[in-house]
């Protein structure tokens, strides 16, 4: 919309302040800012309008819901996520309609939003994080497509989670987790996870073709999740662009995907997957954590998340002196510094030993 003026227009005893403007189909419009029954009053509120509008602050009136603009708002952005992301977009509005959907968008405050958030007080700080984050890009457009004229959210402060610590397991640790599945349909997403620090969807969307025997190498370029909405699972790319990588394996794990894959052709498995669900279906993550938490629980194995074998390597991999670079790299993180952060117990570790071998060189003879 492009506003063109802001006049006062009398009839009969009344003053009213009204914008000019033109629609999107460029067609020019007027809509009442406020009436009055004195000239005085009515200029008090032209003066503020007027200034709004040199300062790009001037919105014309409307009755758009924040269910309404939430609803197209998600829409819009059905091509533009994956779909797992879509669908918990859904549900996060959901949960937000349900508490302000009624209030009109140019109504809605920060304290209104922090009502909100108080009112989600079975969830963590963590979790009321992913609120406020699609809060912020919500209302950070609207602002952009000039249907409120300023980003309430700026004012909001966001919600603070704990500082997480990642769980390992020491080496006496894996071997113990090893041998405890050595031979069941755990074992090769947990040597997975272990010997290469694969996310549990990279090893359900993990494919024989990515495999290179001769070489040593798989090729991470697909991950395999869970669409709750449809309640299937189904193939996206990963996350991000580092996401995506060529690894060198271990050749004892190579060996054991040998062993692995000969079974699945025993079976009559006809896939391309390196690990199913039982029946030779797709696998995701909702068909995996809680019986693979049962078995582990079953046998007394170490009880640490599924996540943390992950984690495992790559601690594993700091205390083993990789350089932080290419421990970042074999993971997938976008940076450094998510590794340097996650990691910082390890860090921490290698701090202390440098410090002991520098005394050793310098102090001690």
Not at 33 to 49: D, P, Q, T
Not at 262 to 278: I, P
């Amino acid at each position: 919309m492009d506003i063109l003026s802001v006049f006062i227009r009398q009839r009969n005893s009344k003053y009213y302040v009204m914008v000019e403007y033109r629609d999107n189909d460029n067609r020019r419009k007027q809509k009442n800012l406020g009436s009055f029954n004195s000239s005085r009053e009515a200029n008090k509120l032209l003066i503020k309008e007027k200034n709004k509008l040199l300062n790009n602050d001037l919105i014309i009136p409307n009755k758009l819901t924040v269910e309404s603009f939430l609803r197209e708002w998600h829409s819009d952005r059905y091509n533009k996520l994956s779909i797992t992301t879509y669908n918990r977009y859904e549900l996060i509005i959901n949960e937000i309609i349900q508490f302000m959907g009624n209030t009109e968008l140019q109504k809605v405050t920060p304290l209104l939003i922090n009502k909100f958030y108080n009112s989600l007080s079975r969830l963590s700080e963590k979790t009321k994080l992913q609120y406020h984050r699609l809060l912020s890009k919500a209302f950070k457009d609207a602002y952009r497509l000039q249907y409120i004229n300023k980003n309430i959210m700026e004012l909001v402060e966001a919600p603070k989670p704990k500082k997480f610590t990642a769980n390992f397991l020491d080496p006496v640790q894996v071997k113990q987790l090893f041998d405890g599945v050595k031979g069941s349909r755990y074992e090769v997403p947990v040597n997975l996870a272990i010997g290469l620090g694969l996310r549990l969807s990279e090893i359900c969307g993990l494919e024989w073709s990515k495999v290179d025997f001769d070489n040593n190498i798989i090729t991470i370029d697909k991950v395999s999740v869970w669409d709750e909405k449809n309640k299937i699972a189904v193939f996206k790319e990963p996350k991000s662009e580092s996401s995506q990588r060529v690894l060198t394996a271990p050749t004892e794990l190579m060996q054991l995907l040998k062993e692995h894959k000969e079974k699945q052709k025993q079976m009559g498995y006809d896939t391309n997957l390196v690990f199913t669900n039982e029946n030779g279906t797709q696998a995701s993550s909702a068909s995996f954590h809680t019986p693979y938490r049962n078995y582990i629980k079953r046998r007394k194995l170490p009880d640490v998340r599924f996540h943390d074998l992950r984690h495992t390597n790559a601690s594993l991999m700091l205390l083993a002196g990789v350089d932080a670079k290419t421990t970042s790299k074999r993971l997938g993180h976008s940076e450094i510094g998510i590794t340097m952060n996650l990691y910082t117990h390890v860090m921490e570790q290698l701090e202390r030993d440098a410090s002991n071998r520098i005394e050793n060189l310098i102090y001690k003879k």
